[in-house]
């Protein structure tokens, strides 16, 4: 029994450098995105459901919708942490070092623990100066307030099941990694009608059935890595801080840090301006479609995700031609995603607006806004292709630039400045501008980058003969 499970590992890890691209790309893409999708009902469900309460539905969803960016710097710590260790312990399995990898996994877990104490005292004394400083107003501030002091809480349950579930996905166990995430969203789905409408805990229910959901999620992550079946294993004693290993994580890690928490700054900037420039019916668009935003990009970013352990692991292993391969076949799918699903939000805005809310006015001027907000989404397929590319590879450097273009070079300038000439649309008008400029320069910048890194794999690593078809 102990010897098949060993070989069972093995071949599992032996895949990600063998078997044929295609079928291993959809084995690893599809799980991933599932989980990504299921992952992002957390917020959405809970927002659908504060949404649709009688009375003051619409003003409750907006205040929940302020702590968006709370919620996303939690997960940006974690990203920080997971996303910067994983890619490094895939391309140490593709070297056969086990030791090293579970080091960094270690060292990743350690940096979680001490980053969510951190967090969670932080925004709790805090919160209420920086809620306000969010865009809340004195209708909003009470839900608001009420959501993120319980979700708090569970702080350290988000980020285990977030930042380590990547070091599961990344050693080519993707339907694992899957069902971490399904088992903490389907308790959370069914625990929200009973929080909010049975116990009648309205916005509290739905913070109270996130952190249970993400504690069960936590577990399971935890009891997997410690398991016999897990390629690396989280030991105790790789969890004490190592300088030169949290460098090596810090060094990846900022660029996906910088991503997801600047989605905190953008967040301030737009609610704030769509505050001062048109009111809360205006802040309540921007909860809506920021989580239609979300589905648009979970697909992208799910296929992603699945797909960077086949470039880290072939990467470490010097085959070039798996690491081009899988490249182009993430490109095109990435960029097919967001064509379809930002296009239905550009053509047919009503189809995403209505899920949300009942208050037709709000319904009314989320679809007016939409087709301009998401227009430059519908390419923006390119952008996480390459980025998540550069993530793989260890490109640490080039992909803190990307990571700070779109949003702190770009989106909150011209967030500040187009609506001194153009009122409220202009808020709305920055994210295409932003987008459009963005995704141009990085596939520029990545043209560039990658024949380097080609060469530079050609003088290095011994290229491995593999075939894949």
Known sequence: MEHTKQMKKEMNERRLGTEPLGRLMVSLAVPAVAAQLINVLYNIVDRIYIGHIAGYG???LTGVG??????????AFSAFAGMGGAPLA?????????KEAEQILGNSAGMIAVFSVILMIGFAVFKTPVLYAFGASEATIGYAESYIEIYLIGTFFVQIAVGLNTFISGQGESKTAMLSVVIGAVLNIC???VMIFGLKLGVRGAALATIISQAVSAAWVIRFLISKRSVMKLRLGNMRLRREVVKRIAGLGISPFIMQSTESMVSITLNSGLQNYGGDLYVGTMSIMTSIMQLILIPVQGIAQGVQPIISYNYGAGDQKRVKGTFMRLLASGLLGTLILGGAAVLAPQIYAGIFTNNKELIALTCQVMPVYFLGITVFGLQSACQSTFLALGQAKVSLFIALLRKVLLLIPLALIFPRFMGVMGIYRAEPTADIISVTTTCILFAITMKRVLRDMEEKIPVVQDEAK
């Open 90 to 98: 895939s391309i140490e399995l593709g070297k056969k070092n086990i």
């Open 66 to 75: 302020l702590t968006f960016p709370i919620i996303t710097l939690i997960s």
């Open 191 to 193: 625990l929200d009608p």
């Open 58 to 60: 619409d003003v409750a």
